[in-house]
């Protein structure tokens, strides 16, 4: 049963956080898109810290043209300010929001710098809306783009913009793809993740992303909530997730009416 819960967990989080291409290199966009550099990639700070790691990487593998953190203040906002202020004292995440975070992790351990920060949005909605406010505000002109959001959330952030943009080019490439196994006694990750969920908490989060990517009346598709379109849930993720509700009950991530 064990290993059941744990390969349920995989087939929900390689659902959630998918990655369109194997790796970010101009070589991966060209074999499968035709292209050598999207017009713009974001990175999304609900992610855990390695999403900061991943943008570094793109940025110098010069994967797009334009690179832009988008984040205010959210449901994971405190954790990653304080994950960041233990592994790097010298900086100072007190009050500040997702997008800032990132880009003084950028900076303190990269050199490098995205082109704009989004600060004010503070739940997936809004990230996408906002974030197509400021491409607009900024006069960036777009038909190509790198999502990068925190695995958990990545396929609710692509749907979010595919109901806005759907005539564009939406590439995915989630912030990490974790497995986890069933050893010593206990669930935990085959590999370390830079700034990875204690396991208790991505599983929370996972359970909690399909309810809201059910198309019915609870959910967020447009026979619900009308926050992003259409996805369909596959039977073997609907089957996982009703596998992980018995051991796991409803205890569900409900969203915060503080970021609503």
């Known amino acids: 049963?064990?290993?059941?819960?744990?390969?349920?967990?995989?087939?929900?989080?390689?659902?959630?956080?998918?990655?369109?291409?194997?790796?970010?290199?101009?070589?991966?966009?060209?074999?499968?898109?035709?292209i050598e550099q999207v017009d713009v990639m974001v990175l999304f700070g609900g992610s855990i810290l390695c999403g900061g790691d991943i943008l570094a990487q793109a940025m110098r593998n010069q994967i797009a043209k334009k690179y832009i953190i988008v984040g205010g203040a959210g449901h994971t906002t405190e954790t990653l300010r304080q994950l960041v202020h233990r592994e790097y004292p010298q900086i100072v995440t007190e009050n500040l929001p997702e997008a800032e975070v990132f880009s003084c992790y950028l900076k303190e351990v990269y050199q490098l710098e995205a082109d704009a920060l989004e600060t004010r949005s503070s739940n997936c909605g809004n990230n996408i809306t906002n974030l197509i406010a400021l491409l607009e505000e900024k006069n960036i002109t777009w038909k190509s783009i790198i999502l990068c959001q925190d695995a958990t959330m990545q396929h609710r952030m692509e749907a979010g913009l595919h109901k806005y943009a759907s005539e564009k080019l939406i590439i995915n490439y989630a912030s990490y793809q974790a497995k986890v196994c069933y050893q010593e006694a206990e669930l935990q990750y085959q590999i370390q993740i830079h700034g990875m969920w204690k396991i208790d908490r991505y599983?929370?989060?996972?359970?909690?992303?399909?309810?809201?990517?059910?198309?019915?009346?609870?959910?967020?598709?447009?026979?619900?909530?009308?926050?992003?379109?259409h996805v369909d849930i596959p039977e073997n993720v609907r089957e996982a997730f009703e596998l992980l509700k018995t051991v796991y009950g409803e205890e569900t991530r409900a969203a915060n009416p503080l970021y609503a």
């Open 1 to 34: 049963m064990n290993e059941k819960i744990a390969e349920a967990i995989n087939i929900l989080g390689f659902f959630c956080g998918k990655r369109d291409i194997t790796e970010l290199s101009t070589k991966c966009l060209k074999d499968k898109y035709g």
């Open 203 to 229: 599983i929370n989060l996972l359970m909690g992303e399909i309810p809201r990517l059910t198309d019915n009346a609870e959910g967020y598709g447009p026979n619900g909530k009308k926050f992003i379109c």
